[in-house]
């Protein structure tokens, strides 16, 4: 499902962009993602690129950052508020399939594509679920955002390392306590 890739990929490119990083390491660990999402290659960023991106990033966070569904959708109807562009569907020449966009064009900035593409999936993503796209990750120190997605409990982690270095810390005071 289209809508879910670019949700991942919103959520991977959000984790390394609100990480600190020199200019050289987080061009690199962009790159990193944008490519193991299938953005062709070569994949070349200015630096005013990657700060259109960070702002972009910073701004889905607080989506994921939403005190549940309600405030959630606020926040992504405050940036669909501002996208440039209309929607449409496009498949930048053939070299893709066909898929729906909101920023101004094809050749869009990176900074707009990034945020109008991800608003687009965490509103369906809300939208099908009719539930918050995803949190903060809850583990002390960690400042990752994760997708709630699927049965089952609802996420407090953005990964098993996360959960199982909670779980452990856990389980040391308590017998420390004892």
């Known amino acids: 499902m289209l809508s879910m890739d670019t949700a991942r990929r919103t959520v991977a490119l959000v984790n390394v962009l609100c990480e600190e990083r020199g200019t050289a390491d987080a061009t690199a660990a962009v790159v990193k993602v944008l490519a193991e999402y299938g953005e062709p290659e070569p994949i070349v960023l200015a630096e005013e690129d990657l700060a259109d991106l960070r702002a972009a990033a910073l701004l889905l966070r607080e989506v994921f950052a939403a005190d549940g569904t309600d405030e959630a959708a606020a926040r992504l109807n405050a940036l669909l508020r501002?996208?440039?562009?209309?929607?449409r569907l496009t498949t930048h020449s053939g070299t893709t399939p066909w898929h729906p966009h909101l920023d101004s064009d094809d050749e869009a900035p990176w900074g707009e594509w990034f945020l109008a593409s991800s608003c687009l999936?965490?509103?369906?993503?809300?939208?099908?679920?009719?539930?918050?796209?995803?949190?903060?990750?809850?583990?002390?120190?960690?400042?990752?955002?994760?997708?709630?997605?699927?049965?089952?409990?609802?996420?407090?982690?953005?990964?098993?390392?996360c959960a199982t270095r909670e779980r452990v810390a856990a389980h040391r005071r308590g017998r420390a306590a004892t």
């Open 121 to 161: 999936a965490l509103t369906v993503l809300l939208w099908d679920r009719q539930a918050a796209p995803g949190g903060l990750c809850t583990a002390i120190g960690c400042p990752h955002v994760y997708l709630a997605h699927g049965a089952g409990p609802e996420r407090r982690y953005c990964s098993r390392r």
């Open 82 to 87: 501002r996208t440039t562009g209309a929607f």
